[in-house]
């Protein structure tokens, strides 16, 4: 009737060629560390010594008074603080008139290959203003040969593989130039973004980021792209430990960028390092709050990623108070931010609203306060659903399945049927892989409810399947709610223990110490009767709960059993 574990194993089970880019990094990490082809570049003008923005060396042919401006832009570049780099571009430009690498420079800040963003005529219009009678080196001359191929034509993906073969090659003939070798780990970065649908190859490009930039690492360890871009590199469940150092070092390195602050959150997040991750999404919150505060800046220009990513790390605390103080935060700017506010900052799409409905559908799932999700969560003419329509259905739809399996508990599992059928939610043709998910996900809740519980095991295997097709998490679940979490659940509904648990050691592998998966290793392992292991599980939630509410249920389900248990 129900799923075997033979057939559980296979649905749930993590794709098996992720292990062997392990192999390849550590292979590259050896090799770099022996040296490679990497060189330390000799003493020269175009030195930055270690400071709020990291130590970098890159000579030029501009003028010594423009040079130091020029490396605060390339130094703001490599942690993708866009606004301080192109301000700090153009003084250098004013200074000297003829420094052709500063219009480089500026071409580059409108290129966000991480973020998926540029500014095609931004770009060409800074290029268009670099001297034909400009002298320079064969080295510079590459370099505006490579962004020349970014900014070309061609779509994006054309683009980008162009100017990653050219950056390859310019690092390749400049191996002591480690800002050749950066920036050709930034265009692999850029490649993978292109290469969801194909997670093999998506892995393939950052872990050749990441070995690059651990060799940079090696030879200057205060290199602000040898931490940034090896976080970005191994920003996945397997790969994270890799860059446990550069996440511990990063914020140290640039302390003035925000961003910096912000990014070892990516690590701790992905290894469950939950202390470490709110401290590192606080600083990156508040930085941006006095950098936009300081410039008078727009209010969309903070960085509000890290303040949906502080919420989510308070909600995995059991901290929801202070998680709701978040959101009514977010609410005040949003209420503060003007009608007439751009949508656009700089040519790029920058709303204070951005990021409200993932902070508000996680806020509901966490808590399971599923009445919260009748609420408009309305601020002006801004309401929960607006800014992600699936989403906010998804979640809506969602709480009111699980209030009603919530409140006829009983009912559902000893008379199966009892409440009147309805017919499962539709799939929308041409959806995403994350809408199909969604909808598996509902019609398993609506067809619990229908008592049909073999069709109900039939769909969470269709969505374990498509899930498993996706590309490792980064960050707070796209899906809001991990379907092996939500089988797990329905399982302990069901009484069926030993496989519940199999699913919560299969979201815990996506989702290291996810609170409700711990807490559901903890109540498997309690109805399997193994009193050592719920233990265990309960010790280890309480541990990540060290800080939460007093007073919430699960709280006091843990330390009741702990003090139950206890040995004289």
Same mark, same amino acid.
């Given at each position: 009737?129900?799923?075997?574990?033979?057939?559980?194993?296979?649905?749930?089970?993590?794709?098996?060629?992720?292990?062997?880019?392990?192999?390849?990094?550590?292979?590259?990490?050896?090799?770099?560390?022996?040296?490679?082809?990497?060189?330390?570049?000799?003493?020269?003008?175009?030195?930055?010594?270690?400071?709020?923005?990291?130590?970098?060396?890159?000579?030029?042919?501009?003028?010594?008074?423009?040079?130091?401006?020029?490396? #605060?832009?390339?130094?703001?570049?490599?942690?993708?603080?866009?606004?301080?780099?192109?301000?700090?571009?153009?003084?250098?430009?004013?200074?000297?008139?003829?420094? @052709?690498?500063?219009?480089?420079?500026?071409?580059?800040?409108?290129?966000?290959?991480?973020?998926?963003?540029?500014?095609?005529?931004?770009?060409?219009?800074?290029?268009?203003?670099?001297?034909?009678?400009?002298?320079?080196?064969?080295?510079?001359?590459?370099?505006?040969?490579?962004?020349?191929?970014?900014?070309?034509?061609?779509?994006?993906?054309? #683009?980008?593989?162009?100017?990653?073969?050219?950056?390859?090659?310019?690092?390749?003939?400049?191996?002591?130039?480690?800002?050749?070798?950066?920036?050709?780990?930034?265009?692999?970065?850029?490649?993978?973004?292109?290469?969801?649908?194909?997670?093999?190859?998506?892995?393939?490009?950052?872990?050749?980021?990441?070995?690059?930039?651990?060799?940079?690492?090696?030879?200057?360890?205060?290199?602000?792209?040898?931490?940034?871009?090896?976080?970005?590199?191994?920003?996945?469940?397997?790969?994270?430990?890799?860059?446990?150092?550069?996440?511990?070092?990063?914020?140290?390195?640039?302390?003035?960028?925000?961003?910096?602050?912000?990014?070892?959150?990516?690590?701790?997040?992905?290894?469950?390092?939950?202390?470490?991750?709110?401290?590192?999404?606080?600083?990156?919150?508040?930085?941006?709050? @006095?950098?936009?505060?300081?410039?008078?800046?727009?209010?969309?220009?903070?960085?509000?990623?890290?303040?949906?990513?502080?919420?989510?790390?308070?909600?995995?605390?059991?901290?929801?108070?202070?998680?709701?103080?978040?959101?009514?935060?977010?609410?005040?700017?949003?209420?503060?931010?003007?009608?007439?506010?751009?949508?656009?900052?700089?040519?790029?799409?920058?709303?204070?609203?951005?990021?409200?409905?993932?902070?508000?559908?996680?806020?509901?799932?966490?808590?399971?306060?599923?009445?919260?999700?009748?609420?408009?969560?309305?601020?002006?003419?801004?309401?929960?659903?607006?800014?992600?329509?699936?989403?906010? @259905?998804?979640?809506?739809?969602?709480?009111?399945?699980?209030?009603?399996?919530?409140?006829?508990?009983?009912?559902?599992?000893?008379?199966?049927?009892?409440?009147?059928?309805?017919?499962?939610?539709?799939?929308?043709?041409?959806?995403?892989?994350?809408?199909?998910?969604?909808?598996?996900?509902?019609?398993?809740?609506?067809?619990?409810?229908?008592?049909?519980?073999?069709?109900?095991?039939?769909?969470?295997?269709?969505?374990?399947?498509?899930?498993?097709?996706?590309?490792?998490?980064?960050?707070?679940?796209?899906?809001?709610?991990?379907?092996?979490?939500?089988?797990?659940?329905?399982?302990?509904?069901?009484?069926?223990?030993?496989?519940?648990?199999?699913?919560?050691?299969?979201?815990?592998?996506?989702?290291?110490?996810?609170?409700?998966?711990?807490?559901?290793?903890?109540?498997?392992?309690?109805?399997?009767?193994?009193?050592?292991?719920?233990?265990?599980?309960?010790?280890?939630?309480?541990?990540?709960?060290?800080?939460?509410?007093?007073?919430?249920?699960?709280?006091?389900?843990?330390?009741?059993?702990?003090?139950?248990?206890?040995?004289?």
């Amino acid at each position: 009737m129900f799923m075997t574990r033979k057939s559980l194993s296979r649905a749930g089970k993590p794709s098996p060629r992720l292990p062997r880019f392990l192999i390849v990094v550590l292979a590259c990490m050896s090799y770099l560390s022996l040296g490679g082809t990497l060189q330390a570049w000799p003493s020269s003008p175009g030195t930055a010594p270690t400071g709020p923005l990291g130590s970098i060396e890159f000579p030029t042919s501009g003028t010594a008074e423009a040079q130091p401006h020029f490396l #605060r832009g390339v130094a703001a570049l490599h942690s993708f603080w866009y606004e301080e780099a192109l301000e700090a571009f153009r003084r250098a430009t004013t200074i000297d008139p003829n420094f @052709a690498m500063a219009y480089w420079g500026e071409a580059l800040a409108h290129n966000h290959p991480i973020w998926k963003e540029e500014n095609m005529e931004a770009a060409r219009a800074a290029l268009q203003q670099i001297s034909v009678n400009a002298t320079l080196t064969d080295r510079e001359r590459r370099y505006l040969d490579a962004v020349q191929s970014l900014f070309g034509e061609g779509d994006k993906l054309t #683009r980008d593989r162009a100017y990653t073969a050219h950056m390859e090659s310019l690092a390749g003939h400049f191996p002591e130039d480690l800002e050749a070798t950066c920036l050709y780990a930034l265009s692999l970065l850029g490649l993978a973004t292109h290469y969801d649908h194909q997670p093999t190859l998506q892995q393939k490009y950052r872990v050749q980021a990441g070995a690059l930039t651990l060799g940079v690492y090696g030879i200057n360890p205060n290199h602000p792209c040898a931490a940034h871009y090896t976080i970005h590199a191994f920003d996945d469940p397997v790969h994270a430990i890799l860059a446990l150092p550069q996440a511990r070092r990063y914020a140290s390195i640039a302390p003035e960028a925000h961003h910096a602050q912000h990014m070892p959150a990516h690590i701790f997040l992905q290894l469950g390092m939950w202390e470490e991750a709110a401290a590192s999404n606080k600083a990156g919150w508040e930085h941006s709050q @006095a950098w936009v505060r300081d410039k008078q800046l727009p209010l969309a220009l903070q960085d509000y990623h890290s303040l949906a990513w502080l919420h989510y790390t308070y909600l995995q605390q059991g901290r929801y108070n202070a998680a709701a103080a978040l959101i009514l935060e977010k609410q005040q700017d949003m209420a503060q931010a003007s009608d007439t506010a751009p949508s656009e900052v700089q040519g790029y799409p920058r709303t204070v609203s951005r990021n409200y409905d993932h902070m508000v559908a996680a806020y509901i799932m966490e808590t399971e306060r599923w009445d919260q999700a009748k609420q408009e969560w309305q601020v002006k003419e801004h309401r929960f659903g607006d800014e992600s329509p699936e989403k906010g @259905a998804y979640v809506r739809k969602f709480s009111e399945l699980m209030g009603a399996i919530r409140n006829q508990g009983l009912v559902l599992r000893i008379h199966p049927g009892m409440v009147p059928s309805e017919p499962e939610p539709p799939i929308k043709e041409g959806a995403s892989t994350t809408s199909k998910i969604w909808a598996l996900q509902l019609r398993a809740l609506q067809q619990f409810i229908n008592g049909k519980f073999p069709r109900v095991m039939e769909l969470l295997n269709q969505a374990v399947e498509l899930e498993a097709s996706l590309p490792p998490p980064s960050g707070p679940p796209d899906l809001v709610k991990p379907t092996h979490e939500l089988y797990g659940e329905i399982l302990l509904f069901l009484d069926q223990p030993e496989d519940a648990r199999q699913h919560f050691e299969q979201a815990l592998l996506w989702h290291p110490n996810r609170a409700r998966s711990v807490l559901g290793l903890a109540r498997s392992a309690a109805q399997l009767g193994h009193i050592q292991a719920t233990r265990q599980a309960y010790a280890a939630f309480l541990n990540i709960w060290q800080h939460a509410d007093q007073g919430l249920p699960e709280l006091k389900e843990a330390q009741q059993f702990l003090q139950e248990t206890s040995q004289p």
